[in-house]
């Protein structure tokens, strides 16, 4: 399943320094990000909007819009700093809540085609389109 947004796209945005910090929850000392809890604010951020979308787009998308970006990144920021988030935080992820709710109840779209929003098409296989008949007693009682 795609992500939404990279620990590339969260320093981009917010500064490197601020990652470090966010990150550093048990080693304040640290003058680096710790991958691991970036990794899982991401993940967290990615499960939080897919909730959203999955009651109007077909998932995983075909292709991710440019507008989740931001959103995964204000989720992912704030699931970061937790309880010491910054109103600013705060904000930003109430409002990235809020949009995406708007898109789950249509008050809202992402910009995606019916092209974009199909799923992927199977590799191959066997495809199963109709429901077979049972076998019952009563259906084998002839043989």
């Not at 500064?15 to 993940?43: H, K, Q, R």
């Not at 998308?61 to 010491?84: H, Q, S």
Request: glycine share 4%.
């Amino acid at each position: 399943m795609p992500t939404y947004a990279s620990q590339a796209d969260m320093v981009s945005r917010f500064g490197e320094s601020e990652m470090v910090e966010a990150t550093a929850l048990n080693d304040p000392e640290t003058t680096e990000i710790v991958a691991s809890v970036m990794a899982d604010a991401l993940a967290d951020a990615d499960a939080e909007i897919n909730s959203y979308l999955s009651t109007r787009y077909s998932l995983p998308l075909a292709e991710v819009p440019r507008i989740l970006l931001p959103i995964a990144c204000d989720i992912a920021r704030y699931r970061l700093w937790k309880e010491r988030a910054s109103d600013a935080v705060g904000e930003r992820y109430k409002a990235a809540v809020a949009f995406l709710k708007d898109v789950s109840a249509g008050r809202a779209a992402l910009g995606i085609t019916a092209e974009q929003d199909a799923p992927p098409a199977p590799a191959g296989g066997v495809q199963i389109t109709e429901a077979c008949n049972r076998l019952t007693h009563r259906s084998l009682r002839d043989w």
